[in-house]
Nanobody, 126 residues
Framework: QVQLVESGGGLVQAGGSLRLSCAAS????????MGWFRQAPGKEREFVAS????????YYADSVKGRFTISRDNARNTVYLQMNSLKPEDTAVYYC???????????????????WGQGTQVTVSS
């Protein structure tokens, strides 16, 4: 069992930056593929970014590529999402997720993850 707790959300103006953190419980953090997803009001949850256990494989949604950076610190059982050049359309609840590696086809979909955090709100004002 893995418990995930996100932090770092808040209100920021367009063009600003935020860094989200996700702290995980358990001793096998480095074995999990970690992902960030987001869900805006009235929309389905969507993939944002993921990083494999060793950090070798990193994927981004096209909408955030070049603006967001995912990273992990296995010694601290934490995954980060650095968000720069934020836009109003980035407004959403951001969720951290963990799952065993199932292959690259699964990193962008919810079925590829076994554990989810409670989410943290990010609001970008125009």
């Amino acid at each position: 069992q893995v418990q995930l707790v996100e932090s770092g959300g808040g209100l920021v103006q367009a063009g600003g930056s935020l860094r989200l953190s996700c702290a995980a419980s358990g001793r096998t953090f480095s074995s999990y593929n970690m992902g960030w997803f987001r869900q805006a009001p009235g929309k389905e949850r969507e993939f944002v970014a993921s990083v494999s256990g060793t950090g070798v494989f990193i994927y981004y949604a096209d909408s955030v590529k070049g603006r967001f950076t995912i990273s992990r610190d296995n010694a601290r059982n934490t995954v980060y999402l650095q968000m720069n050049s934020l836009k109003p359309e980035d407004t959403a609840v951001y969720y951290c997720a963990a799952g065993q590696w199932r292959g690259s086809a699964y990193v962008r979909i919810s079925d590829g993850y076994d554990y989810w955090g409670q989410g943290t709100q990010v609001t970008v004002s125009s």
